[in-house]
């Protein structure tokens, strides 16, 4: 596997999921969203930074921030749209038997 420039990104604190109410999580299947791409909704989206400004707060290029976007977008609204899980990863294990899109 080729080695990945790092990312500065915020720290989570462990893994986090967000599921569809009433369904329990056993029997959903997942959608995981790495701690880069959660950083680059956080600081878009959330915050409304430019991608170029997010960018240089990752110490990633501005097309990599537009990359992680469009990928963490397509997972979430696949997670919304299909009634499955949303796991955040505190890192950049992305292996997950389950895992989608």
Known sequence: MP???GRR???L???RGFKPMGVPGHSLEQVVLGLDEFEALRLCDLEGRQQTE???LMD???GTVQR???RARAKVADALLNQKMIVL???YEQENPKESV
């Open 3 to 5: 080695h990945r420039k």
């Open 9 to 11: 990104c915020r720290r």
């Open 13 to 15: 604190g462990g893994h």
């Open 54 to 56: 997010a960018g240089e």
């Open 60 to 62: 990633v290029s501005r």
């Open 68 to 70: 992680l976007l469009v």
């Open 89 to 91: 990863l505190d890192g």
